[in-house]
Every structure is written in structure tokens, then in C-alpha cells.
């Protein structure tokens, strides 16, 4: 079987790394490429996670760029059409929600090529989310549908998804978690930061709901100063987070404040050994809310929704929307150690990739 496997954003790279690796062990039977669309570009957010995750080099890179949602995904379709014409393959295999998620699947589709649609059926019920439109599209295009959680089987039926075609493999994000755990311990992030384990706040934002609207990252920058007051917060900020700190005027709170460290995007390994000495994460980020419940560690989501809510009801996490007094009230919670109860939901084992490629061999008849 010809498998392409397509990568554009670096939740994809977390998500490809442990399949990748165990598509080692099938290469007499799977014929597997990888694509990189490019779609995020820059090296903190794409080389420097094939490095750490010991990605191998993309076969093809189509270095689409940054662009407007529309024209991002006519680029990736425009080049990855031509991908196709050489490669031929029987199979192409996408993860997530991402603008490559969508573009691919829609080219296969149109070409006849059978998909594979790796973390299916998260839903937010949200359509002013990008990603769940890309969610959507994707799930109703393809042919074998790879569920990471029991609600997102449940969400698929709901739609009309033949039960046949879904697979309930769990999170392959947990796989590349344990998968370099012993990697963790040998960062220096926290001495490089003064930080003490279970001593500060890790946070992370990039949604255009919190960091595109001046008055409410105004209003999370001014929070944050506050909680630093009672513990120390790193927070590694993202390229479009800083873009418009800077363009918002907002840079002033981040000086003179010891307490609040600032710092560029950090790679996979740096970020996890935070995540895991952490006394709580703060997060716009789904892939966080999932890690931290693997973790069990305090999550707090500046969302009004989230598409993972198994991270809710099993999980640690808690959604607080824009309610930034609760933010700062359930923080200071996890810093006196009041949290919920939580447990890690089912297949979250590190083991997903393995289902995962159990699964193609039964859908696509493998011998």
C-alpha cells in the first residue's frame, strides 16, 4: 500500500512522530512518504520539532507560507494536486484540524484516493472556530476514522459516520509524551529559567479570541502580572501572540516584573519538562488541555469551549471562557493544591500508534 502521511503545523509533527517510528516495522508492507506543507514554517515552529522529535526529513516540503485561511488551503491544494500526479498513492493520512488537514483531504477526495483521518470527531460546535470547520469537512470525506476518545466516536455517530469506518485508537499526542519522557529530565529549561519544580504557572496563548482583540489580552497580560504575585508564570509566546502585543502598545506589561518571564516559542522538549514540574498550565491550546490531563496536572482553558471535553468530565482540565477573575480564583486553587479529581481516559497509553496501524491493516485488508 502507497501511504502518504501529511504534516503542515506543529501539532501534526507531535502527532506524526510516533507513527513514523512505527511504521518502521511495516515498511515491507506499507510504502510510506511523509509531505510537509509548510504551513507553519519558521524554525521554532516547524525544524526545530523535527529535530527534537526525530522526525525524518519530509520526502517533499511544499513551502506554502503564512497566508489568509482561503488562500492557504487553495495553495496547499494547488501544490499538493500536483504531489498526487507523482506519487500516486493508494492512502493519505492526516491529523488534526489544520488548514493542510483539510486541504489534502480535499484533494483526495476529488482524485478518488482513500483517507485516513488521524484524532476524528472533536467537536467544539463552534463554526467560528476554523478548525472545526476543518474538522468537519475532513470527517465526512474520509474513509477510515481514527478516534482518540470515546466522545468523539459518540460525536461521529451522531453525524452519520457508518460505525465501520471509525476506530476508537486513543490519543497518539500521549505516545509522543511518554515516548521522550527520559528526555524531559535532561533539560536545563528550568535552571535557565530559576524556576523550582511545582513553583510556578506555565501558560500558553495564541487564539485569535485572546491575543487578536486588544481590550482582552490587555485584560489576560493584566491578569497575569497579578497572579505573578503570588507565584512565579512563564509564559513562551507565540509568534502572533507577540505580533500583536507589540502592535496593541501592550509590551509595558511585560518590563519590571521579575516574577513574569517572558520568552520566545520553546521546542517540544524544553516545553514538556515545564509542563510536567508545573504547578498549573493556563491555555488556549488543545493539545495542552490533553497533555495536562495525561499528567494530571491543573489545567485552566480561556476558552468558551473546548473540542476535548473527555478533558473535562475525566480530565483536569476546567473552561473559564473570558471569566479572568475565575482564572486567577481556580490558579491560586491549584497553587494551595484544591483541584477536582480526575483520571486518564481509555487508550490514553502510549501505545495509540500501534492501534492505529492495526487499524489500516484491517480497513485496507492488509495481508
Not at 459518540?154 to 528526555?183: A, P, T
Not at 491549584?334 to 483520571?343: G, L, M, T, V
Request: aromatic share 8%; glycine share 4%; with cysteine.
Amino acid at each position: 500500500m502507497k501511504l502518504i502521511n501529511i504534516v503542515g503545523a506543529r501539532p501534526n509533527f507531535i502527532k506524526i512522530a510516533p507513527l513514523m517510528f512505527e511504521l518502521k516495522n511495516h515498511i515491507n508492507k506499507i510504502d510510506y512518504k511523509l509531505i510537509h506543507t509548510g504551513q507553519h514554517y519558521d524554525i521554532k515552529m516547524s525544524q526545530l520539532f523535527f529535530d527534537e522529535l526525530k522526525i525524518p526529513k519530509p520526502d517533499i516540503n511544499l513551502e506554502v507560507g503564512s497566508d489568509t485561511q482561503a488562500k492557504q488551503v487553495a495553495k496547499i491544494m494547488e501544490k499538493f494536486d500536483d504531489v498526487t500526479e507523482e506519487l500516486k498513492p493508494d492512502v493519505i493520512l492526516v491529523a488534526g484540524d489544520v488548514n493542510s488537514t483539510l486541504a489534502c483531504s480535499l484533494v483526495a477526495a476529488k482524485k478518488q484516493i482513500k483517507i485516513i483521518h488521524l484524532e476524528a470527531g472533536l467537536r467544539s460546535y463552534d463554526r467560528s472556530m476554523p478548525e472545526e470547520i476543518n474538522r468537519i469537512v475532513t470527517d465526512t470525506l474520509a474513509d477510515l476514522l481514527l478516534a482518540p476518545s470515546i466522545d468523539a466516536v459518540e460525536n461521529l455517530l451522531k453525524e452519520g459516520i457508518n460505525k465501520d469506518k471509525i476506530k476508537l485508537v486513543g490519543n497518539i499526542m500521549i505516545d509522543s509524551l511518554f515516548m521522550f519522557k527520559s528526555f524531559y529530565d535532561k533539560s536545563d529549561v528550568l535552571q535557565k529559567f530559576n524556576l523550582l519544580p511545582q513553583r510556578f504557572g506555565l501558560i500558553t496563548l495564541h487564539r485569535p479570541s485572546n491575543v487578536d482583540d486588544k481590550l482582552q489580552l490587555k485584560r489576560i497580560l493584566e491578569s497575569l502580572d497579578t497572579l505573578s504575585k503570588n507565584i512565579k508564570i512563564i509564559f513562551p509566546v507565540h509568534p502572533r501572540t507577540m505580533k500583536n502585543i507589540e502592535n496593541f502598545n501592550l509590551k509595558d506589561y511585560l518590563k519590571d516584573n521579575n516574577n513574569l518571564i517572558i520568552t520566545d516559542p520553546l521546542g517540544y522538549i524544553d516545553f514538556q519538562a515545564l509542563m510536567i514540574n508545573s504547578k498549573f498550565v493556563i491555555t488556549d491550546s488543545g493539545g495542552v488541555q490533553e497533555e495536562t490531563t495525561a499528567l494530571k496536572i491543573p489545567c485552566i482553558t480561556l476558552r468558551k469551549n473546548t473540542e476535548r471535553p473527555i478533558t473535562i468530565t475525566e480530565g483536569t482540565n476546567v473552561i473559564v471562557g473570558d471569566d479572568l477573575e475565575l482564572m486567577y480564583k481556580l490558579a491560586n486553587d491549584a497553587i494551595n493544591n484544591k483541584w477536582k479529581n480526575s483520571k486518564v481516559p481509555v487508550f490514553w497509553d502510549g501505545n495509540t500508534s500501534k492501534r492505529v496501524i492495526n487499524a489500516i491493516y484491517e480497513a485496507f485488508e492488509i495481508l
